[in-house]
């Protein structure tokens, strides 16, 4: 039972992690990451907070990856709604100041990526299950059969172009997070000697057996 409740609390503090470097990539204030921008101008349009937008995109990305016969775990559930949660409530706390330099602004973009990335080691190392957008890539990626990275791709610009359409911010920031956060990742996970292959990530049911086996 120890086990399950050190990896839950790895998986919470992870999603905190990446809420509070999605809101360190909004402050720098150059643009905003493919998804940010998608919230962000979806949350404009509807009148909603982005943390509640993005949870509604979360939901119906899982609900459309079920369609698709992908199989969900409790930390898919837990990343659709807490990361909206905790993003809300840091934007809501205003802790973070608004960068008004470009140049500066790199930089802090720069830094929420790579707490965007150590959140990321936290949360898949949790071994719960992956987060609604990783897992519809997944799920198109075995239904078209084209490369992972091509469907990457063409996810990032289809909610990009929607979130600009919708009033999102657009700017070298969109640009450098497409480019940057591969390599955030893989040097936040090779300095942790993180195999991201190496873990197993259990369903919902995989969870529940686990949980009631100690009961």
């Given at each position: 039972m120890k086990k399950i409740l050190v990896r839950f609390v790895k998986l919470n503090f992870g999603l905190f992690l990446y809420a509070l470097g999605i809101v360190v990539t909004i402050k720098a204030n150059i643009g905003?990451?493919?998804?940010?921008v998608f919230h962000v101008g979806l949350g404009k349009t509807v009148g909603i907070t982005i943390g509640t937008a993005s949870i509604l995109v979360g939901l119906a990305i899982i609900v459309f990856t079920l369609l698709l016969g992908e199989k969900i775990g409790i930390g898919t559930i837990l990343n659709m709604v807490m990361i909206g949660i905790f993003t809300d409530i840091l934007l809501n706390l205003d802790i973070i100041a608004v960068v008004d330099n470009t140049y500066l602004g790199i930089l802090v973009l720069v830094i929420g990526l790579y707490i965007i990335s150590v959140g990321s080691f936290f949360y898949i190392g949790s071994g719960f299950g992956a987060g609604p957008r990783d897992s519809l890539m997944v799920a198109l990626t075995r239904k078209t059969k084209l490369p992972v990275g091509v469907i990457r791709s063409l996810n990032e610009l289809t909610v990009t172009l929607m979130g600009w359409i919708f009033g999102g911010m657009v700017g070298i920031g969109t640009v450098i997070s497409v480019i940057a956060i591969g390599m955030?990742?893989?040097?936040?996970?090779?300095?942790?000697?993180?195999d991201v292959t190496a873990v197993k990530q259990?369903?919902?049911?995989?969870?529940y057996r686990e949980i009631r086996g100690f009961f």
């Open positions: 905003y990451g493919p998804w940010e955030c990742v893989q040097t936040t996970f090779y300095l942790f000697r993180f259990a369903t919902v049911m995989d969870s």
